[in-house]
């Protein structure tokens, strides 16, 4: 009877459960779990994660750690009281992503790292077609759960960077093999963009990442003079489209002469979270003084 009891608590238990409250003020998005079974779908859950860092990092009341770091863990069974620790934040955000069918399910839990409690939990399931309404939904429901003040208007949060899901699913399938950062995945990033680019020549971003994979191939692999014309040309083509695109101010460009020096006189509170929350590129320590 008990296991009954159990049985139905867990298929008729609301889909958002508040365990506990308090304020908090700084957290680590961990990479949600890939639980689709098949692990070519790493682009799905990597995507995800990455765009919960990103808007929570405009909140102007938490500080969200940098997907650098919190990467670091990928892969590796380390407790949650360890992971915060060596992270020097007070929660964790974890989860996971599973599909069933053409529906997605994402499961995030926001944990204590000092006790190991759970603080909140929810679950999200929508249409895969939906994406950008679910991660939306699962920022909007953190937001409002941990009271969280926004620094930026929810038209700017809510912004979606293309119509078109499979241009946005090839754009994340270039973002996964770019942040692998070998020559072949960095080439490969390359071809998942320019699909992107094709799907819909308005998407900035996957003008973006051609910038970021061709940077990121003059540091590491080619001759500066090789490839970062290359980068600066796709820079500029995302800020024509999109003169107000973070990730598109945070790329090399024509009018650059070093760097993050050049960047950093204009960024304003959406550049310098946007910047916090990526971190390191490759490109950044390139001197833009490399002229094509």
């Not at 296991?3 to 609301?14: A, M």
């Not at 912004?159 to 090839?170: F, Q």
Request: overall charge neutral; charged content about 25%.
């Amino acid at each position: 009877m008990a296991f009954l009891g159990l049985g139905l608590w867990y298929f008729l238990k609301p889909a958002s459960v508040q365990v506990a409250s308090g304020p908090v003020t700084s957290l680590a998005v961990m990479p949600l779990k890939n639980l689709t079974g098949d692990p070519s779908n790493d682009y799905l859950s990597d995507g995800v994660t990455d765009s919960l860092i990103e808007s929570l990092a405009t909140m102007d009341s938490l500080a969200v750690i940098a997907r650098d770091s919190s990467f670091a863990f990928k892969g590796e069974d380390v407790d949650n009281a360890r992971a915060g620790t060596a992270l020097g934040v007070q929660s964790l955000l974890t989860g996971s992503v599973e599909k069933d069918g053409e529906k997605l399910r994402i499961t995030v839990r926001l944990i204590n790292v000092a006790d190991g409690r759970v603080l909140w939990a929810t679950e999200t399931r929508k249409a895969s077609n939906e994406i950008f309404s679910l991660q939306d939904e699962i920022t909007r429901n953190i937001v409002q759960k941990l009271k969280l003040r926004k620094a930026l208007p929810d038209s700017e949060l809510s912004k979606r960077p293309t119509e078109n899901i499979a241009a946005y699913n090839m754009y994340l399938k270039g973002r996964y093999f770019w942040h692998l950062q070998t020559e072949q995945d960095l080439n490969k990033s390359i071809e998942y963009f320019t699909q992107a680019a094709m799907m819909d020549p308005r998407f900035a971003i996957a003008y973006c990442g051609l910038a970021d994979a061709y940077s990121s191939l003059a540091f590491y692999f080619r001759p500066p003079n090789d490839a970062m014309p290359k980068a600066r040309f796709y820079a500029a083509k995302a800020l024509e489209i999109d003169p107000e695109s973070a990730d598109a101010h945070l790329l090399p460009s024509p009018d650059l002469s070093s760097g993050m020096n050049a960047i950093g006189r204009r960024l304003n509170v959406k550049l310098t979270r946007r910047w916090n929350s990526r971190q390191t590129m490759p490109w950044r320590m390139i001197s833009m003084e490399t002229t094509s």
